[in-house]
């Protein structure tokens, strides 16, 4: 009897291999907040940007661990804007990821803005709302997202920064 309940196991795992990065992505919260600030990009100038704080919560038993997590601004046509982070180290001449680990219960912040491609988001978006989304990968296998949140109009949203908090992001993950 133990012989064939472990030969069912066996041909089970060979058929639906357990993917724990996958089942672990399941207790990944995320949330965050919108706002705009103002940027200088020359001596003179200032421009608006969108500015997005976002909270990565392990709400699992284990460790959650990825080694590049993509933020994308995203109109609805034309290019898009990404942010990878990753950290890399260099070692004889190597470039070496290494991941980054959430440990059971632990929350990560990251701070992401639009800065001088604002302007070209909003006019590839065609008078649709701009996204904001966020995916995590490990070995370049994604492993959790996309998650996805519309950005409100650029001018309607508060600024950020010195302690003002900006609008709350209502994240779905994508299918």
């Keep these: 009897m133990k012989r064939i309940l472990l030969d069912v196991v066996l041909l089970i795992s060979l058929f639906f291999p357990l993917n724990y990065a996958v089942s672990e992505a399941d207790?990944?919260?995320?949330?965050?907040?919108?706002?705009?600030?103002?940027?200088?990009?020359?001596?003179?100038?200032?421009?608006?940007?969108?500015?997005?704080?976002?909270?990565?919560?392990?709400?699992?038993?284990?460790?959650?661990?990825?080694?590049?997590?993509?933020?994308?601004?995203?109109?609805?046509?034309?290019?898009?804007?990404?942010?990878?982070?990753?950290?890399?180290?260099?070692?004889?001449?190597?470039?070496?990821?290494?991941?980054?680990?959430?440990?059971?219960?632990?929350?990560?912040?990251?701070?992401?803005t639009s800065n001088g491609y604002t302007y070209d988001l909003i006019k590839n978006a065609d008078g649709e709302p701009l996204k904001f989304i966020l995916k995590f990968f490990l070995d370049g296998k994604l492993i959790a997202g996309p998650y996805s949140a519309d950005l409100d109009e650029l001018n309607s949203l508060p600024l950020l920064g010195f302690g003002s908090g900006g609008k709350k992001l209502k994240f779905t993950i994508e299918q």
Excluded: H
């Design 27 to 112: 207790n990944i919260s995320v949330s965050g907040e919108m706002g705009r600030e103002i940027y200088y990009p020359d001596k003179g100038s200032a421009l608006m940007a969108y500015r997005v704080k976002i909270k990565i919560k392990n709400a699992g038993v284990k460790e959650f661990i990825f080694d590049k997590m993509e933020a994308v601004f995203s109109p609805n046509r034309g290019e898009s804007l990404t942010a990878g982070v990753f950290m890399e180290i260099k070692k004889d001449g190597n470039k070496i990821i290494i991941p980054i680990k959430l440990s059971a219960g632990e929350i990560k912040d990251w701070e992401f």
